[in-house]
């Protein structure tokens, strides 16, 4: 389970909207990509909302489940916050 997240944390707010955009780009729902992940399509909605703050773990699942490499998802969040 991911550890709960204050959602005024822009961090994890940064995170959760690149995970949204990049899910979106690839046309896939939520569902899909809790599949292609491994992780329950709930914590898709709750890491895309900011609610939670993912381990490094379903970070990379998230990732692979996307299609890219973890270091361009903390990339985009990086550039995001800027």
Do not use: C, Y
Not at 17 to 31: A, C, G, P, S
Not at 69 to 77: A, K, P, Q
């Amino acid at each position: 389970m991911a550890p709960r997240a204050d959602t005024d944390d822009p961090l994890v707010r940064a995170l959760g909207h690149v995970v949204r955009e990049v899910r979106k780009e690839r046309r896939l729902t939520q569902d899909e990509l809790g599949l292609r992940a491994g992780i329950h399509p709930t914590w898709v909605s709750h890491i895309e909302s900011g609610r939670v703050n993912p381990t490094f773990l379903n970070l990379a699942r998230v990732s692979k489940g996307l299609g890219i490499r973890t270091s361009e998802l903390v990339s985009r969040v990086e550039e995001e916050m800027r």
